[in-house]
Nanobody, 126 residues
Framework: QVQLVESGGGLVQAGASLRLSCAAS????????TGWFRQAPEKEREFVAA????????NYADSVKGRFTISRDNAKNTMYLQMNRLKPEDTASYYC???????????????????WGQGTQVTVSS
């Protein structure tokens, strides 16, 4: 089992920055590829960014490329999402997710992930 807890969300103005954290406990986090997803009201959950278990490879949604950076610190069992130049359309609940199978690659599809956090709200005002 893996427990994931997100933090770092909040209310900011457009153009501001936030850093989300995802703290993991339980099973060996360092062997699991992970990702961030988000869901806005009345919209489907969508992929934001993903990172390979060793941090070597990353992948981003086009909408956040160049503004968001995903990273992880396996020594701290924590994944991060640095969000810069935030826009009102970034407003959503942000969820971290971890694969259920060790190692592998980078995954954009939410069905590739087995463990999910409860989410943290990010609201960007114009």
């Amino acid at each position: 089992q893996v427990q994931l807890v997100e933090s770092g969300g909040g209310l900011v103005q457009a153009g501001a920055s936030l850093r989300l954290s995802c703290a993991a406990s339980g099973r060996t986090f360092s062997t699991l590829s992970t990702g961030w997803f988000r869901q806005a009201p009345e919209k489907e959950r969508e992929f934001v960014a993903a990172i390979r278990w060793d941090g070597i490879s990353t992948n981003y949604a086009d909408s956040v490329k160049g503004r968001f950076t995903i990273s992880r610190d396996n020594a701290k069992n924590t994944m991060y999402l640095q969000m810069n130049r935030l826009k009102p359309e970034d407003t959503a609940s942000y969820y971290c997710a971890a694969r259920g199978t060790s190692y592998g690659s980078v995954y954009r599809n939410e069905y590739e992930y087995h463990y999910w956090g409860q989410g943290t709200q990010v609201t960007v005002s114009s």
